[in-house]
């Protein structure tokens, strides 16, 4: 599979990762079938949370994959910790940064993550206590790399006041459907609903940093509502990527995510899928280069008006 640098590291990761929110789902023989089929196709950056399962997807994981020392050579693992639904909470404090971190590293069996993200932003964040934790993550070799999930700039400004490591990854909701993070650039200075910049320019931020968006849920719409792919309330935006996807001869899939692949800012899309098929088919996506023209018909399709 195609590969790009994350962030400003050295680490080259698949343009696609492999989300392991849903692996859960499986049973014990089809989850390490479906890891096993990802590794075999080139997708083995992993995205985890502590979040996931509670903890268990991340066990699910280790023992799909049977994870020893010469497995983890193979792998780029990533995952997240700040969210706290027992607590009703976000919490970046040290202490639990620290062992959230620890946990993660017991549940996946291995000594140390590719990335560590911050996931969602703590108000209640006090970046020094941030910086402490990273500091202490990365000199004991438990991290090699740091980012963040659904941050504007200023936040991620805050950060690097103190943080010595790069912010290498910024994980944002985006799809051909939710797609705030371009309409505001568009519509600069319009009276208009897609003229409203709900996140700070993270878009051109994040391209001018060199931070690696890595857009996650790129099939659905809204928040949580569904798929978009094969969806009645979308009929003329499903002609569209059928049609482009009739021309080249792949799935609906594969050029919902080649979409997204085709902007500039060199994007990381998280999948979700368990199913084997729907993976093959994000992967694809990474040998096809989309034309500008093909690119905004599909932008337009969405119901998204050009000023």
């Not at 083995?44 to 983890?72: K, Q």
């Not at 459907?177 to 609903?193: C, K, L, Q, W």
Request: proline share 4%; net charge negative; glycine share 6%.
């Amino acid at each position: 599979m195609r590969t790009i640098k994350l962030g400003t590291s050295s680490l080259e990761v698949p343009v696609v990762a492999v989300g392991c929110m849903r692996i859960n789902s499986l049973d014990k023989k089809a989850a390490e079938h479906f890891v096993q089929t990802a590794l075999e196709n080139g997708a083995n950056f992993f995205d985890h949370a502590d979040l996931y399962g509670a903890g268990e997807c991340e066990e699910i994981f280790a023992e799909a994959v049977h994870m020893n020392e010469s497995v983890r050579e193979k792998l780029i693992l990533q995952s997240k910790c700040g969210i706290r639904p027992d607590k009703g909470m976000f919490d970046f404090s040290k202490e639990h940064i620290l062992d959230s971190v620890d946990n993660i590293l017991k549940r996946l069996k291995t000594d140390y993550l590719d990335v560590f993200l911050l996931h969602r932003p703590d108000t209640l964040m006090e970046p020094e206590e941030v910086a402490e934790a990273f500091d202490i993550l990365e000199s004991s070799g438990k991290v090699r790399h740091f980012g963040v999930s659904n941050q504007n700039p200023m936040q991620m400004e805050l950060l690097k006041k103190y943080m010595k490591q790069p912010i290498v990854a910024n994980q944002l909701q985006l799809s051909i459907t939710n797609t705030t993070m371009i309409d505001s650039g568009f519509n600069v200075n319009m009276e208009n609903e897609a003229a409203v910049n709900r996140d700070g320019s993270v878009l051109d931020y994040c391209r001018l940093k060199d931070i690696t968006i890595q857009p996650w849920s790129p099939f659905q719409y809204g928040f949580f509502e569904g798929v978009f792919l094969g969806n009645d309330k979308f009929p003329e935006l499903n002609q569209k990527i059928d049609e482009i996807a009739a021309n080249y001869g792949v799935s609906n899939t594969t050029i919902a995510i080649a979409w997204l692949l085709r902007h500039p800012a060199n994007m990381q899309p998280v999948i979700g899928t368990m199913n084997e098929a729907r993976l093959a088919d994000c992967i694809k996506a990474g040998d096809i280069r989309l034309t500008r023209e093909e690119w905004y018909s599909i932008y337009r399709a969405a119901g998204n008006i050009l000023p």
